[in-house]
Structure formats: structure tokens, C-alpha cells
């Protein structure tokens, strides 16, 4: 079958998917390209536009399990909103703005692991908790080496 004879008679477009479906001789059926390439010849057109309007791929993983169609998935907790609250709360009692330091740069880490999780991760208030408490461990410590220094001379 050439594309002469398929393109030539009754031709029906499929907006979105750019295919064209024509009718040669009465009763063939063929499916021809936006370029009127003969894609195949065997397959009739509902089968093709079966085949080619199926839904893309999902943007992010889908798990299903045996028996159900959907299957909700539990968001993790970032690690790393969990070591900025640990870190924050240990910059206050021992390590002082060490810890501090620590606390901000895991607290902003995990902010923006968890922006851009889409969902799949938790703990926002976790890493913004230990975001605070580095800051203020951190001012703290600042504004007590600065008076210290003030009263020292």
C-alpha cells in the first residue's frame, strides 16, 4: 500500500496527536503521519489511536500495589531538618555557635530539599525551628563577645 493511495481519499485529522487516518479503497484502512509517512499498514485506526492517545508518563513515581490502583505514599522526614533542630538545641546547652553554624546550614539545606520534594518530604517546621535556634545562638554569642570585648578595655 503506497502513500499515493492511502493519502488520497477521505482523510480524517486527529488534532493534538498529528496523525491523519484515510480510507483507500473502500474498506482499507491506513494510518498515514503529519508528514504522510505510512506508519503501518496492518493496523486499523482505532487501534492506532488507541496506541498513540495513551496518557504520558506520570511526573513523579507512581506505586501501586497488588490489588489496588492507587497507593498512598507516606512522605519521609528529612534528615537534614532533623540534624538542624538537633543541632540548634545543642548549640544552645553545649556547643554554642558551632552548633549554631551547623543548625543554619542543615535548617536552609533542608528547606530547599523539602521545596523541592513536591511532597515527598516533610519536617518544614523542623528545619525552620532549628533555622532559629542557630540564628539566635549565634546572635547570642555575638552579642555576648561584643559586650564582653565593650566592658574588657
Known sequence: MDNSRCASR??????GIGLRAALSPPGTECIVSSDNSLMNPDESVDAALTRLARP???????????????MHVTPQLNR????ALISGILGLFCFGPLAGIVAILEGARAQREIAAS???QTGEGLAVTGL??????????ALAL??????SV
Not at 80 to 83: D, G, L, P
Not at 146 to 151: A, K, N, Q
Open 10 to 15: 477521505d482523510a480524517i485529522s486527529v488534532p
Open 146 to 151: 561584643s559586650v564582653g570585648l565593650l566592658f
Open 56 to 70: 504520558p508518563l506520570p511526573s513523579r513515581p507512581v506505586l501501586a500495589m497488588r490489588g489496588s490502583a492507587h
Open 118 to 120: 513536591r511532597g515527598y
Open 80 to 83: 537534614h531538618a532533623r540534624n
Open 132 to 141: 532559629g535556634l542557630g540564628i539566635g545562638v549565634c546572635a547570642s554569642w
